[in-house]
């Protein structure tokens, strides 16, 4: 349960394939988040105290995505990538765009402790995307991971970068947006057509405004 969430664990025991590599088609939304100036944050504590920070980041984040129906698919360094929709595709928008406010929320007090300890603030940027993409057994016979891959993983990856270039700490898709409620739709500005690298189209850019989320200057 601690290396496996029980929701990917139900996925793979009901697959036909099961344990077997392969997978299948599944409508998903993808997010992405990072942390900003991790060297920096990196350089100025001691390995321990590192490990101890991300731990007590990280426990905050996969408490608030879990909360939201999301599931962690895996921790890259400073970074995360998590499934919403699973179990219901049509409302893992609204439910991963409302995770991503919360952790910008709650980046406020923890960001506090921060300063309060001479620690470096987190920033963190986010990216969601939705699209189709193959779940299942991903390796070798010997070592298998359960995740998803295909082009809404990508993209999601390249939208969370470009949060840094716009200056916004969350980003979406133009096919989330179309999905998510009015309410959460007021909370975002049209950032334009945007080429993403390894595409050859352009893909339409949604940034959560300034005023909704923290970002610290």
């Known amino acids: 349960g601690k290396y496996l969430s029980p929701e990917i664990a139900g996925h ?69 990538m998590a499934i919403f929709g699973l179990e219901d595709s049509l409302s893992g928008c609204n439910r991963a765009v409302q995770a991503s406010m ?39 016979l ?16 390249r939208l969370e970068d470009i949060t840094k270039q716009e200056k916004r700490p969350i980003i979406i898709s133009n096919d989330v947006y179309n999905l998510i409620s009015s309410e959460h739709k007021e909370a975002f500005i049209d950032l334009g057509e945007h080429k993403i690298r390894g595409k050859e189209t352009t893909v339409s850019l949604y940034g959560v405004r300034g005023n909704i989320a923290y970002w610290p200057e």
């Open 12 to 80: 793979i025991l009901h697959e036909e394939h099961g344990l077997n590599l392969g997978g299948s088609e599944v409508n998903a939304t993808v997010m992405f988040t990072d942390i900003r100036n991790y060297a920096a944050i990196a350089e100025r504590l001691k390995a321990q105290n590192l490990v101890t920070t991300l731990n007590e980041y990280f426990s905050f984040l996969v408490k608030i995505i879990h909360q939201n129906g999301g599931v962690i698919d895996k921790f890259i360094g400073d970074s995360t």
């Open 102 to 140: 919360e952790i910008q929320s709650f980046l406020r007090e923890f960001n506090r402790k921060m300063r309060e300890s001479n620690i470096p603030e987190f920033r963190t940027g986010i990216g969601i995307h939705y699209g189709t993409s193959v779940a299942g057994n991903i390796g070798s």
């Open 142 to 157: 010997d070592r298998l991971e359960y995740t998803i891959i295909g082009d809404v993983v990508n993209i999601a990856s």
